[in-house]
């Protein structure tokens, strides 16, 4: 084994409601939507209307400042909504499936036999190019860019995280597909970020063409920016790829069988679900078809599309998110607690040694969606330092950030870090700082002076 990268800084949110490694079938959803939400610096331009009949592959929007770059449907059927927010801005583009999938064809061929001009077009016409994403900023990658690597990371730590090699079981062929088709598009390395703490699956471990980094550590050391920053940090002016595991294997299906084929391995899960388990949804899938019944109906829940630091809140008939793997459900903070901070708390998790609860080590708790307190002004406790393996200044970025100081943004690392990266920095700031959404304020700031 490679030598093991050991993250020191971070922190497990000890929540219940982990998914077990058992797959239930479950029931194909009525409806699925494509979210220009879920891509950040995109304008959307439709290709469809309501009323239009689509296959599995066919372009619903497009980037309206790069037309070829098209995000098609993950299953045929009828368009039966453009749901709009404030001045019209797209938010859903919603199917109503057919009970049997009919997939546009592209044909299959081997991405080795083909040139890296010819694995873009594919891609692009597709609908499969925006699974890769661009750091800097966290971006769909642009394809006339050529990368210096392409990282992917073939775990998660993040709360309550699905476990990859499950969801890749039976999927190496398609993996390895997926990793000839990528290895295309880039002159230096593809990296495969692998946990050091079990054996890897055979999709990941027997992948051939990549380099295998191991990693050991609590929580962000499951994150592509992390294993970035350890292996090949980004500089000014340099460009890397990143692509999800479960999106490589989608990839690689296109290769194989010439279709767009959006299925993956989805975690329910919770301390509201029961009896947490694994399922198979297409992507964009809305989510009563596999919620529905198997949550606690006596308390008002949350769902989420994603995991709890960074997932989007959704509705009960809302829409699984295109990069998401994972259902998070965890009960609503609408209520206000006697005492608060001042109980004992031997039930109760924080981050600190506030509580009792730190005496008993491996305890898993049910938490949900309170403050506990509201915002004030920043309070320097060194906190951010603590679950921040960067060597960056975390608390100095965001203030820069409020600034817009686009010099001293650069020189604190804003080019190496997404909001999963500053996720738990939020999680654990006492002046209750929205943290990821002042970077992404930051990003787009930098995306604007770049262009």
């Known amino acids: 084994m490679s030598k093991v990268i050991k993250i020191r800084r971070g922190l497990d949110i000890p929540l219940r409601g982990k998914a077990e490694n058992i797959l239930v079938k479950n029931e194909m959803a009525e409806t699925y939507a494509v979210k220009p939400t879920d891509f950040p610096g995109l304008t959307p331009k439709l290709n469809v209307q309501v009323g239009d009949r689509v296959l599995a592959g066919s372009p619903l929007f497009h980037d309206k400042y790069r037309p070829d770059v098209l995000f098609a449907s993950p299953v045929s059927g009828e368009v039966v909504e453009v749901r709009r927010g404030e001045r019209r801005v797209i938010l859903e583009?919603?199917?109503?499936?057919?009970?049997?999938?009919?997939?546009?064809?592209?044909?299959?061929?081997?991405?080795?036999?083909?040139?890296?001009?010819?694995?873009?077009?594919?891609?692009?016409?597709?609908g499969n190019w925006p699974s890769i994403k661009q750091r800097p900023f966290g971006i769909v990658a642009n394809p006339t860019d050529v990368p210096k690597a392409i990282f992917i990371s073939c775990f998660d730590t993040s709360p309550l995280a699905p476990y990859l090699d499950f969801a890749a079981q039976g999927e190496e062929e398609a993996f390895q597909a997926g990793i000839d088709a990528l290895r295309k598009?880039?002159?230096?390395?593809?990296?495969?970020?692998?946990?050091?703490?079990?054996?890897?699956?055979?999709?990941?471990?027997?992948?051939?063409?990549?380099?295998?980094?191991?990693?050991?550590?609590?929580?962000?050391?499951?994150?592509?920016?992390i294993q970035i920053h350890h292996i090949d940090p980004i500089n000014?002016?340099?460009v890397v790829w990143t692509v999800n595991p479960l999106e490589v294997i989608i990839i690689g299906r296109l290769f194989l069988n010439g279709i767009?084929?959006?299925?993956?391995?989805?975690?329910?899960?919770?301390?509201?679900?029961?009896?947490?388990?694994?399922?198979?949804?297409?992507?964009?899938?809305?989510?009563?078809?596999?919620?529905?019944?198997?949550?606690?109906r006596d308390v008002d829940v949350r769902y989420i599309s994603g995991?709890?630091?960074?997932?989007?809140?959704?509705?009960?008939?809302?829409?699984?998110?295109?990069?998401?793997?994972?259902?998070?459900?965890?009960?609503?903070?609408?209520?206000?607690?006697?005492?608060?901070?001042?109980?004992?708390?031997?039930?109760?998790?924080?981050a600190s040694r506030t509580f009792l609860s730190k005496l008993i080590p491996g305890k898993k708790y049910r938490l949900d969606t309170?403050?506990?307190?509201?915002k004030r002004s920043y309070v320097m406790t060194g906190q951010y330092e603590k679950v921040m393996p960067m060597d960056i200044y975390p608390v100095y970025l965001i203030k820069a950030i409020l600034a817009e100081d686009i010099d001293k943004m650069e020189q604190l690392g804003i080019y190496e870090v997404i909001e999963e990266d500053m996720a738990l920095c939020e999680y654990v700031c006492t002046s209750k700082t929205e943290v990821q959404d002042i970077l992404r304020r930051g990003i787009n700031l930098m995306i604007k002076e770049l262009s």
């Open 185 to 225: 598009l880039t002159s230096g390395k593809i990296h495969l970020g692998l946990s050091s703490d079990y054996p890897a699956a055979k999709a990941f471990a027997q992948a051939q063409g990549v380099e295998h980094h191991f990693f050991k550590g609590p929580h962000p050391a499951g994150n592509v920016g």
């Open 236 to 238: 000014k002016g340099e």
């Open 370 to 374: 309170n403050l506990n307190g509201g």
């Open 307 to 350: 995991n709890v630091l960074t997932g989007q809140k959704v509705e009960y008939i809302g829409f699984l998110g295109f990069y998401d793997s994972m259902v998070s459900v965890i009960p609503e903070g609408n209520h206000y607690e006697f005492m608060g901070w001042l109980s004992p708390g031997a039930s109760k998790y924080s």
């Open 260 to 296: 767009y084929d959006a299925t993956k391995v989805v975690a329910l899960a919770g301390s509201e679900v029961i009896n947490p388990r694994y399922f198979r949804l297409i992507s964009g899938a809305r989510i009563d078809s596999i919620v529905k019944d198997k949550v606690n």
């Open 93 to 126: 583009v919603v199917v109503k499936a057919d009970t049997s999938i009919e997939y546009a064809q592209f044909e299959t061929a081997s991405p080795n036999d083909l040139s890296r001009e010819q694995v873009i077009q594919k891609l692009l016409s597709s």
